[in-house]
């Protein structure tokens, strides 16, 4: 029986459905301590337990983004904070190539926080 999990991925309708399995295999294969979770509505990414990522689709732009739990505490580019006070996302246009190197870099980095925290 299919899980909410599934079904938030199943559901998408092209091309946010291959961006955002594209998305969710990149955040998985990036370190074997990633776990996937249905949190919050939501599929949340954890680390040791401890969520520190998830994927949405922003409201008035119709694209997936990342958004990291702690995004206050990294700096880097390809991040904004629109009107959130802690989390700061990573807007992906699933029209393009995903930004592999960059979104590497910033997983680093939301892994390193969540580190610390542990």
Known sequence: MPTKLDEFYRQQDEPLKSCFFALRDLILAHDPNITHAWKFNMPFFLYKGKMFCYLWTHTKLRQPFIGFSEGKRIEHPNLAFEKRSRIKIMIIDPEEELPENS???????????VKKDL
């Open 103 to 113: 979104i590497n870099e910033i997983l680093t980095m939301a892994i390193n926080l």
